[in-house]
């Protein structure tokens, strides 16, 4: 499965992908999320996919639809609270979601202070 997953980052980035080619390959993965109960290694696979790739996919209007329901369902899915999925893949999803909500711009940390050695800590 990683394989696999990989091979369509590679080919989503890589190449010029046809907006057809591009909606088969998110169709595949989200096949993949409906297993029961759900493979975390296939969620955390898509997590990864769409965290690289998911404002291309996002902004074609082949994909988009089914960006959206990979989405909701993968959304619905980490709030069952019967779902046995570990709060690092629900974490993981939650993060997702929240850069898709900022529009696929990653969240960046500003450090206020720089690390002190030792002797300037005393």
């Known amino acids: 499965v990683h394989v696999i997953l990989c091979l369509l980052y590679v080919t989503l980035r890589v190449s010029s992908l046809s907006s057809s080619s591009a909606a088969s390959a998110v169709y595949k993965i989200h096949g993949l999320l409906k297993s029961d109960p759900p493979n975390e290694i296939h969620i955390e696979a898509f997590c990864v996919l769409l965290t690289e790739c998911g404002k291309e996919l996002d902004a074609a209007a082949a994909t988009r639809p089914k960006v959206e329901a990979a989405m909701s369902e993968i959304q619905e899915l980490i709030q069952k ?11 993981k999803v939650k993060d997702l979601l929240d850069l898709r909500r900022n529009r696929w711009q990653q969240r960046v940390l500003q450090v206020k202070d720089k690390a002190k050695t030792l002797e300037e800590a005393r």
């Not at 609270?81 to 974490?91: A, E, L």
């Open 81 to 91: 609270s019967d779902s046995g999925v570990s709060k690092r893949t629900v974490f």
